[in-house]
Structures are given as C-alpha cells and as structure tokens.
C-alpha cells in the first residue's frame, strides 16, 4: 500500500516516485490536485508544426513502431529530396505553420539503399543531409527547424546546433532490461547508456532539448521513476530539458506489439503528475493530445502545461492511427477546463539567446518570430 503522508513532495526521492506511481483511490485524486497547483500560468502551450520524415528507414527495429520500413518495401521513403521537403515546407507556410519537425529513423545512413542516394546527391551521411535539409528551411523559408532523429555523435549535434532552434530525442526508458525484451531488443540505439550520453552531449551544447519517456512498453513502476530521475539529472546539471513528454504506448495495425496492452488512464495520470511534482516550474509536461483525444481534458488537471507539437496538415507519421485534433477543438477542449491555448515555438521562450541559439541569423529570425506569435 502507498502512503502519500510519507512523502516529501519538495524533494521527490526514488520511493517517494513508486508511490505516487502506484497509489490507489482518493490518493490519486491527491496527487492530481497537487500537481496541478505546482503550475505557473493559466495557458498551455502548442506549437503549429509540419511533421516532414526525411527519411523512413532505421538501424533499430522496436517492438511498437509502426514508422520504420524495409528498404525493399516499394513505398519506402528512402530519402526525401529537397524540393519535395520545400514543396511541403512552402505548403506548410501557408498555414502558419513555425515548426518544420523532422522526425527520421535513426542512423539511416548504415543502409545501402539510404547510402546510395545521399552519395547520388553528394552527402557523406545522413548528419550532412539533415544540416543542409535544416540550412535551406532556416534561410529560403519561414519555419524553424527541430530535428528529432535519435541519437547523434557530440560533433554531429554541435554541427546541427547551427540551423535548428531546439533538437530533442526520447529517452523512452532508462530500463537496460527493457534492451532484453521485445520493446528494444532489436534497437542498438534504444540502449539508455547512449541516450543519456546524447541528451547530456545535448547539454553540454546548450541545445534547448525535448525527451521524455514511453509508457507501457513493459516497464515496471521502479523504471518509470528511474527514468523520470535520469532525466531530472540531466535537467538540473544542464539546465537544457525544455520539456518532457509523457507518451502513451498506442496499439496500430501491424507493429509487433500488436497484441499488447495500452496503459490504462490512470497510468497515464499518475505518471503525468509525478513528472509534474519532479520537475521544477520551469520544465514543461507534454502529452500529446492525439494520443489521448477521448480523455486528453483529465491531463490539464494534473499539470500537463504543453500539447506539444500540433500540426493543421501533417499526420502524426509515428502515431499514423491517432489524427491530430483541430486547432478549433484543442482551443474548446482546453477553454472549458478554464486554460488559455497558446501557441509557441520550438524552443520555449526563455531559451531564445545566443547561448542557446549561436547562430545570429538564426536567433533574429527566432526573436522576430516569437514577436509575431506574442501579438
Ligand atoms: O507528432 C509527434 N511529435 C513528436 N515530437 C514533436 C514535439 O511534439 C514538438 O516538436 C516539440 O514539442 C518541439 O516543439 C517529438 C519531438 C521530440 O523532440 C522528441 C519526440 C517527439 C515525439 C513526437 C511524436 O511521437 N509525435
Ligand atoms: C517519436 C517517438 O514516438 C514514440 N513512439 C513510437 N512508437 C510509438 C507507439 N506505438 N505509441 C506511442 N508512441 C510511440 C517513441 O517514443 C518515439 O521516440
Ligand atoms: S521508434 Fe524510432 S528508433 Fe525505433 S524503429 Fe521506429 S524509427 Fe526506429
């Protein structure tokens, strides 16, 4: 049985998590309420993106993705060229889109068939492309990019750093047990080592950061609070975690983990409300509110202060059965719970400067852009 009297809440400890994570009835109810006091505004956030997968292949394989494919599969994206990228870019312009989000399969560049047309179109790896992907939407378009793509060497990222405003990659677990299970035992780059390594060398270059966790992909309670620790480690050491998602495990046709459970609501809640009562002010909470259309009103009473990238044309190519709701519905849904929507950039407001974006052209055109959204 947890026992909420115990708990110091201004200084979570490893326990202190379990039980929050695993408290029952009226507890719940508690901890709820408590996480939602710790907010700081009445508004929550969203940021009008365009999701652009640059590529559809991976070198991991997880048990619950339903983006990768085979490079023999006739549909494949193998690599998108850059004037279908601006093609969408130009498109997503017109619905004032500020994020261009490329989100990717990871180390792409360790297939053939990916080598073959970055060498076509005169790229050593796929780091190279991404870069001169982000350089073109940064100068010949009005977007941002944010590039999600998993794990990047210290060197890679630094060069990345230039033309994108914020990066982010999820942790998903700091479980090493879960690289033994179906989950991650096909995914070299699931191994929490290399991620914490990233999401530190991230810090270490003050990138303004996203990451967060995945629930329901066979972690157990003591797992999730040690991924939430991790995380919070980092967070505090650099000060670079902007946000931290808390994703939901949601079942498409076709995965591997086909059959498995999704997390149950209250799950979902009680893990929203402990990384609320982990985190300081600063960091946000984001779920994504596709993934939890139905309920996704319950997570503001619990702290969820982000929604997270929305976008008015894409779909979510990770989440292909769980469409975005429309601006319209997510500004209803989220009024009558009594908060504002807002919209926001990539990078959260307080890390536009020039320790965090290095590049002049860059940070003007990021200031001038939140100007535009402030009005
Ligand atoms: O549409 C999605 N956007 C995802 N995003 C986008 C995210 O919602 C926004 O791009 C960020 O909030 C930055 O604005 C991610 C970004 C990351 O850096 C790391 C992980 C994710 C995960 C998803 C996702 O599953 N689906
Ligand atoms: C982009 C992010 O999407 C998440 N992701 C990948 N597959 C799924 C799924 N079936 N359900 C929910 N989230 C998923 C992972 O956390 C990945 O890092
Ligand atoms: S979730 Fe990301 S790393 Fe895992 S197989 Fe899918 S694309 Fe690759």
Not at 34 to 50: F, G, I, M, P
Not at 214 to 242: N, V
Not at 318 to 333: A, C, F, H
Not at 363 to 372: A, G, I, N, S, V
């Amino acid at each position: 049985m947890s026992n909420l009297s115990n708990i110091d809440f201004e200084n979570l400890s490893r326990e202190d998590l379990i039980s929050i994570l695993e408290c029952e009835k009226e507890d719940i109810l508690k901890i709820m309420s408590l996480a939602n006091s710790k907010r700081e505004h009445n508004y929550v956030t969203y940021s009008k993106n365009v999701f652009i997968p640059l590529t559809k292949i991976c070198r991991n394989d997880c048990g619950y993705c339903a983006f990768k494919q085979n490079p023999d599969d006739p549909d494949a994206i193998i690599l998108k060229d850059k004037e279908e990228v601006l093609e969408i870019l130009k498109e997503a312009e017109k619905y004032g889109c500020k994020e261009a989000l490329f989100t990717m399969g990871e180390d792409a560049d360790t297939e053939e068939a990916v080598k073959v047309k970055l060498d076509k179109l005169g790229f050593k790896t796929m780091a190279d492309y991404i870069y001169d992907i982000c350089k073109s939407t940064a100068e010949e378009t009005s977007l941002l990019p944010h590039t999600n793509a998993g794990n990047f060497s210290y060197e890679d990222m630094k060069m990345l750093k230039e033309y994108n405003i914020s990066m982010g990659m999820m942790l998903e677990s700091s479980s090493e047990r879960l690289t033994r299970t179906i989950a991650h035992e096909k995914s070299p780059g699931k191994n929490p080592k290399l991620r914490l390594e990233t999401i530190k060398n991230a810090g270490k270059l003050n990138i303004a950061y996203t990451t967060g966790i995945l629930i329901g992909i066979g972690e157990t309670k003591e797992e999730i609070a040690d991924s939430l620790l991790a995380i919070k480690e980092l967070c505090d050491k650099y000060g670079h975690i902007q946000e931290v998602i808390i994703q939901n495990f949601t079942v498409s046709p076709g995965i591997e983990m086909e059959n498995y459970e999704e997390p149950s609501l209250l799950d979902m809640l009680r893990t929203v409300a402990a990384a609320q009562l982990l985190f300081d002010e600063g960091v946000s909470v984001q779920v994504p509110p596709n993934l939890n259309y139905e309920t996704s009103q319950i997570f503001l009473l619990c702290g969820t202060d982000d929604w997270g990238g929305v976008s008015p044309l894409s779909e979510d190519y990770v989440n292909p059965s769980s469409p975005w709701p429309t601006l319209e519905k997510l500004e209803k849904l989220t009024n009558d719970a009594g908060y504002q929507l807002k919209e926001r950039l990539a990078i959260y407001e307080k890390y536009i400067n020039e320790k965090y974006i290095k590049n002049p052209e860059l940070l003007e055109k990021t200031k001038q852009t939140q100007k535009k959204i402030n009005k």
